[in-house]
């Protein structure tokens, strides 16, 4: 069984989100590069854990991105990814990215694509469904669980206002969420093991992008915090009432 | 042309958020000076023609039972075809869990470029130009869509649903269906409560509430007030409460009117998945929490003590 799972990188949780060349580029300035946590905690950590409950399944990781996305791709080889694969672009529009992955995928004879349920800077968690309908296959997004039984694959999906068990037939794109697997730190003979694993650096196919990012903004900052004694929670209620019109 | 609006039914009625959606579609509608039209799939046990009253003119319906249950390749097929026989240029969904999954399947069968987590109207002087939400909620991106026929999702919470005066024909809509690769086996819904990214009020707490027993506080609060509750993810990684109320960056987005956070200390990702609150109160015993500088109205002092006073207080204006 091959697995491919689409590893993104993404800025620091706690990075300070600021823009340069007149609000049109990302600040990179002193900011910290990791995996999308989707990616890393949940579709990757999943993928490993079928692996070491069968060794018959292989791994192997895609991430559209120059060189800088090496160290990210050598941190999830460490985690336990078999190989990797770069396509040697500068990511664009989710669907030039999908484009690439697709064109990947098509060759690779991959029985599960994962991917992350959005990637936490761009938020465009549409990845997953644009892979699948490129390769006309069934994809299940926001999966929770994900279970492999012989012939039989269970998943659960969040749903509108609950959730869904179901069962599918291989190949197959899932997008992955909290519930798949817990976060994990590599250990040390993964990281000199992924020293040698191959990550191999393909070319982009010709693909469109049909969006294209004009410029970024900042919410405005908040007035400031009004302050309320504890002892008076009735002058609570009313600002939520008469000033703030909430309740 | 059209503008094509997607009108989401759950157990057999009409979504609140779809019509935030049609109210927000038939807008554009106006300003691209074309017809604002609705799509719906599945059985529905509400009036369908009330719709009207939001602006849309016509409503195409695919009443098969067969479609009340989401499966992204054929509503993906269906609204592909619609898309073509209206000439729709523009596709309209919610960015909410059947959005996420349907959309993205349909931009690649349409080579339509798609914008998802609009906030706003989009500007359509110059180009077709959407604003969205990007670094989970920290900040906004303008985007150019440059395809022929578009899709947008739009967040919850961010437009008003306005009622209008008008009138919507319905026109059903014969369709195939191939069978499914995905077998549902079961549907679990968690029923009675107001789901979460629907919500106009959250009440959530975090850590500061010591455990699961003194929960009571809480919901008790949030009962008053009809809100939906939250929780940070160090509660739901206890299991204090359910998975489905971690609301941050990686747990549920949520953009309610008003938002109190009780006990948390307002880590930056917890924040990153409440900041499009309209209005945020924080309870913390702690001064410095970093929290009270993304407040409107803060209280600082000790839950246990505030809780059972606010919740009365709020009952007490509520019955009156
Ligand atoms: C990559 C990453 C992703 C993350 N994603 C999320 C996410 O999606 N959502 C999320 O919530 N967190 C997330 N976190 C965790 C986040 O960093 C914080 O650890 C978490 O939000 C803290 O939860 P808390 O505020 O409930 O607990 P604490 O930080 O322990 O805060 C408890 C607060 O309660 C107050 N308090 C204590 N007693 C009382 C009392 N009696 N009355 C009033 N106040 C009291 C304290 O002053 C304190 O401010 C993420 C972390 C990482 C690294
Ligand atoms: N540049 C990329 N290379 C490989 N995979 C990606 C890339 N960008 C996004 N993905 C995958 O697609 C998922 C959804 O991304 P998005 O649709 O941008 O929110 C992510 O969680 C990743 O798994």
Redesign the pocket.
């Known amino acids: 069984m091959k697995i491919l799972v689409?590893?993104?990188k993404s800025p620091d949780t706690t990075a300070k989100v600021a823009f340069t060349d007149n609000n049109t580029k990302f600040d990179n300035n002193g900011v910290q590069w990791i995996i999308?946590p989707?990616?890393e905690w949940y579709?990757l950590v999943r993928a490993i854990e079928l692996k070491e409950a069968n060794a018959a399944v292989t791994i192997h990781l895609?991430?559209?991105?120059l060189a800088d996305t090496d160290p990210i791709i050598r941190k999830a080889l460490a985690l336990g990814g078999d190989e990797a694969i770069r396509v040697n672009v500068e990511?664009q529009d989710?669907f030039f990215?999908a484009s690439q992955?697709a064109e990947v995928a098509k060759t690779g004879s991959y029985d599960l694509i994962f991917?992350?349920?959005?990637?936490i800077d761009?938020?465009?968690?549409?990845?997953?469904g644009m892979v699948a309908e490129f390769l006309q296959l069934p994809y299940i997004s926001l999966a929770t669980k994900f279970d492999l039984k012989e012939s039989v694959t269970t998943i659960t999906k969040e749903i509108e206002g609950g959730e869904e068990i179901c069962e599918v037939v291989l190949p197959i794109v899932v997008?992955c969420q909290k519930g798949m697997a817990e976060a994990r730190i590599p250990n040390m003979r993964g990281i000199m093991s992924a020293r040698t694993k191959p990550l191999k650096v393909v070319e982009p196919v010709i693909a469109n992008s049909l969006t294209s990012i004009d410029n970024f903004e900042l919410p405005p900052a908040k007035a400031g915090v009004k302050l309320i004694a504890a002892d008076n929670v009735e002058e609570l209620v009313r600002l939520l009432r008469e000033e703030a019109k909430v309740i | 042309m059209s503008v094509l609006i997607f009108v989401e039914i759950a157990d057999g009625r009409i979504k609140k958020t779809a019509l935030e959606l049609i109210s927000y579609g038939a807008k554009i509608a106006e300003l691209l000076n074309v017809s604002a039209q609705a799509v719906v799939l599945g059985t529905t046990q509400d009036d369908l023609s009330q719709l009207g009253n939001y602006g849309v003119k016509k409503i195409i319906h695919a009443d098969n039972e067969k479609l009340n249950q989401v499966e992204a390749e054929s509503y993906t097929k269906i609204i592909a075809e619609i898309v073509e026989q209206t000439a729709a240029k523009l596709v309209l969904f919610s960015n909410n869990i059947t959005g996420k999954s349907v959309a993205p399947r349909l931009s690649v069968r349409l080579k339509a470029g798609l914008v998802s987590g609009a906030v706003a109207l989009p500007r359509i002087t110059n180009g077709f130009v959407v604003k969205k939400t990007v670094f989970s909620g920290k900040a906004y991106a303008h985007v150019s869509i440059n395809s022929d026929v578009k899709i947008i999702t739009l967040n919850q919470n961010t437009y008003p649903a306005l009622a209008v005066e008008g009138t919507a024909v319905i026109e059903k809509f014969n369709f195939e269906i191939s069978t499914s690769k995905i077998k549902i086996i079961a549907i679990n819904k968690i029923s009675g409560e107001i789901p979460l990214t629907e919500a106009e009020i959250v009440v959530s707490a975090g850590r500061g509430l010591k455990g699961p027993e003194n929960w009571g506080l809480v919901t008790g609060l949030a009962k008053v007030l009809n809100a939906a509750t939250a929780c940070s993810r160090p509660v739901a990684d206890a299991n204090w409460r359910p998975h489905n109320e971690h609301v941050g960056q990686t747990g549920t987005t949520i953009a309610p009117t008003l938002y109190f956070a009780i006990g948390i200390s307002g880590a930056i990702q917890h924040l990153a998945g409440v900041n499009r609150s309209k209005v945020i109160v924080v309870i913390n015993k702690d001064a410095e929490a970093p929290f009270f500088k993304a407040a409107d109205y803060g209280i600082i002092g000790d839950a246990f003590e505030i809780l059972p006073k606010l919740t009365k207080a709020i009952s007490d204006i509520k019955n009156t």
């Open positions: 689409c590893v993104s999308n989707y990616d579709a895609i991430t559209v991105g990511s989710s990215i992955i991917t992350g349920k959005e990637t761009f938020n465009g968690s549409s990845i997953g997008s």
